[in-house]
Nanobody, 126 residues
Framework: QVQLAESGGGMVQAGGSLRLSCAASSGQNLNTYAMGWFRQAIGKEREFVASITWNGGRTAFADSAKGRFTISRDNTKNTVDLQMTSLKPEDTAVYYC??????????????????WGQGTQVTVSA
């Protein structure tokens, strides 16, 4: 069982930046998991944003995130970050991090993730 906690959400104007972080609970190790970021806007399904393999060797991004978002991880700190730049109002959503035991794979489906955090709200105003 892995417990994840997201942080870094907030309100920002369009064009601004935010850095989200996902951390494992004390004593838990994320370096056996691939990690991903997803988001869910009101009235919509949870959608893939970005993912990264266990050692950071490969990453994947949704088309909406390419060129604007970066995913990274620090296995010594058991954290995974999502740096978001050039934010748009349509990026407004609750952002979730997930952990997948398929550690060599940049998973894009919610069903491929085994553990989830509680989410952090990101609101981008026009």
């Amino acid at each position: 069982q892995v417990q994840l906690a997201e942080s870094g959400g907030g309100m920002v104007q369009a064009g601004g930046s935010l850095r989200l972080s996902c951390a494992a609970s004390s004593g838990q190790n994320l370096n056996t998991y691939a990690m991903g970021w997803f988001r869910q806007a009101i009235g919509k399904e949870r959608e893939f944003v970005a993912s990264i393999t266990w050692n950071g060797g490969r990453t994947a991004f949704a088309d909406s995130a390419k060129g604007r978002f970066t995913i990274s991880r620090d296995n010594t700190k058991n954290t995974v970050d999502l740096q978001m730049t050039s934010l748009k109002p349509e990026d407004t959503a609750v952002y979730y991090c997930g952990a997948s035991i398929r550690k060599y794979y940049t998973a894009r489906l919610t069903t491929e993730y085994d553990y989830w955090g509680q989410g952090t709200q990101v609101t981008v105003s026009a």
